[in-house]
């Protein structure tokens, strides 16, 4: 039997998905060839690459003006290509410092510039946002991480700039309704709710490129890959393909709108219980929780091994807490169905 997997990334995709990639893995389109062993230059790869970021588009509403891009090297990758399309020569940019990932996205652009911390939630672990944020009006951009991952903290808005806003949504992307017009650039590595590991997805507005003033190398400038449709060098083809199934099932599904439903009532299963059940105690405070990311301990460490064989009994998989947080996080990402979180509950009811 299939195992429920709460894994934070690599995660959970669509049944139907990875039996489509398999296939075509396999044979593609009945070509008798392998999706793996065809030309990226190949009208039938051309054609999956035009139609994963037609769907970016459709299910995002991306606005006119915008590139999307599929890139490699992971959003850490990105940590480092938005300050250098970004910032500016002696420039200056704004962090909200959320946690691991925006410690490790600052760090980066702290090679190319100076960094301005505009919020921050260290002093409590990294379990709430920040709220108040005061930009200074020279900074050249604006970074956040809008979900996170390791600590269950989700921006239920995002702040208000003038500045290029500059998003990692990595674990977010594709669960709830965005507005992209308020963005200079979204990226999002794709393991978490898109795709495999191996591709990035980039979502940039042209007119904040080419303003730095600094030489950007080919391979880390937005430009050289929005110029050639993300084709400058060959694509990761599987990770391309196997997102652009996953974002067919998600429009078939009914899109965005129709999945940020399921992701609320699937959340609020499991808050409901870490709330009502004494054994539990969420980690992330109420008005910040993460509809991706749930994060929770137990009141009594006595009942781990307990809990641990309940879970496992139950075909659990990947609910361990990231390493630097401890206790429980289960990842419920658009693929995780309600019965999967059912099954969660009722562990923890049995507890
Ligand atoms: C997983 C994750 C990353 C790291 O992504 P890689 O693709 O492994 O580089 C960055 N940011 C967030 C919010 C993540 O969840």
């Known amino acids: ?27 593609l389109n009945n070509s008798n060839l392998s ?8 009208a039938d790869f051309i054609s999956i690459m035009n139609e994963a970021i037609a769907l970016v588009k459709e299910l995002l509403n991306v606005p006119e003006g915008y590139s999307v891009l599929f890139l490699q090297g992971g959003a850490s990758l990105q940590f480092l290509m938005a300050s250098y399309n970004l910032m500016k020569v002696d420039g200056k940019a704004a962090y909200i410092d959320t946690g691991a990932w925006s410690t490790k996205a600052l760090k980066e652009a702290k090679l190319l510039g100076e960094v301005a911390i505009v919020g921050t939630s260290k002093d409590s672990g990294y379990n709430y946002i920040p709220k108040e944020i005061k930009i200074p009006s020279d900074a050249n951009y604006v970074h956040m991480t809008s979900n996170n991952t390791i600590f269950g903290t989700q921006f239920k808005e995002f702040p208000k700039t003038d500045q290029p806003l500059a998003c990692d949504m990595s674990s977010d992307i594709f669960s709830r309704q965005i507005d992209v017009s308020k963005f200079g650039l979204i990226y999002a590595g794709a393991q978490k709710n898109m795709g495999p590991a191996g591709t990035t997805l980039v979502i940039v507005k042209d007119e904040i490129l080419g303003k730095s003033g600094r030489t950007i190398p080919s391979m880390l400038d937005y430009q050289t890959h929005a110029s050639k449709d993300s084709m400058f060098n060959t694509p990761p083809v599987f990770a391309v393909y196997t997102s652009m199934l996953t974002l067919r099932w998600l429009k078939k599904l009914g899109g965005v709108g129709a999945i940020e ?35 929770f301990t137990l009141a009594d460490e006595s009942d781990k091994e307990r809990f641990d064989a ?35 509950v009722a562990v923890m009811k049995q507890l």
């Open 1 to 27: 039997m299939k195992k429920h997997n709460f894994s934070a990334g690599p995660c959970i995709l669509p049944q139907e998905v990875f039996e489509q990639a398999a296939e075509a893995v396999v044979n």
């Open 35 to 42: 999706l793996i062993e065809i030309s990226h230059r190949s």
């Open 261 to 295: 439903k399921l992701n609320e009532e699937k959340a609020a299963l499991l808050y409901n219980e870490i709330d009502n059940n004494p054994k539990f105690n969420g980690f992330a405070a109420e008005e910040d929780r993460s509809l991706m990311n749930v994060t």
């Open 310 to 344: 309940l879970a496992k009994e139950a075909g659990l998989n990947g609910i361990n807490g990231h390493r630097s947080v401890g206790g429980y996080r289960a990842s419920i990402y658009n693929a995780m169905p309600l019965e999967s979180v059912q099954a969660l």
